[in-house]
Every structure is written in structure tokens, then in C-alpha cells.
């Protein structure tokens, strides 16, 4: 009864344990960000993408940091949505159809020309 009692226990801490352990954060260079739209469009864009929480891009070190679910996602698909929103993510170049479609402020050197 004892190490039934034992083994039910330990059984639900590795539950919590994973639960607990469900995100883990990440950081993205998105070298190729320009303005406070790119920033709402990364933002807004990854925060639908399933296993993605919390994403934030820092205009000024132009680096992208969320969590993420490795059940669900990985950094490849990530790397992924990123490119699929227009962006650059680390090595991983920007779909070009998703780049031609950005605001003209939002390509690079877009900021200079205004
Ligand atoms: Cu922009």
C-alpha cells in the first residue's frame, strides 16, 4: 500500500514536472527589422503560431524572445514562421512573397528613405 502510495506520488510530480516544464525560451535574431510595424507584425504573427507564447521583439538589439512548447513546435518551425512573416530569423532568409508584401517601412533600408 505504502509503494503504491510512493509510486502515485512520484507518478504526479513527473506530471507537474512536465507541465511545468512546457516552455522554454528562446532567443531569434531578426536582424532585418526596421520599425515598431515590424515589431507588431512579429509579434502579433508568432503569438498565433501553436507551442508559441509570449513573443517580443526588441527593436534596439533586434532580437526575438518567446517561449515555446517542444511538444508542439521547435526552433526550426519557428526559425519558419518567422521567414514566413517577411523577417530573416537567424541563418534562415526571409520568404520572399512575405517580404515583397511588407509595408515599404518595413524592408531593409525602408527607414532611411522616409
Ligand atoms: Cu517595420
Known sequence: MKIKVVGISILFSVLMISCNG???EIIINTPT???GMCQKIIEVGLA???GISN???DLKT???VLFYNPEKTN???IEKAVSDLGYQANDLK???????DL???CKIGGMDKL
Open 103 to 105: 509595408p515599404d517601412c
Open 62 to 64: 533586434k532580437k526575438t
Open 48 to 50: 498565433k503560431v501553436d
Open 94 to 100: 526571409a520568404n520572399s512573397t512575405s517580404y515583397a
Open 33 to 35: 527589422i526596421q520599425c
Open 75 to 77: 526552433v526550426k518551425l
Open 55 to 57: 513573443p517580443r521583439v
Open 22 to 24: 512546457a516552455s522554454e
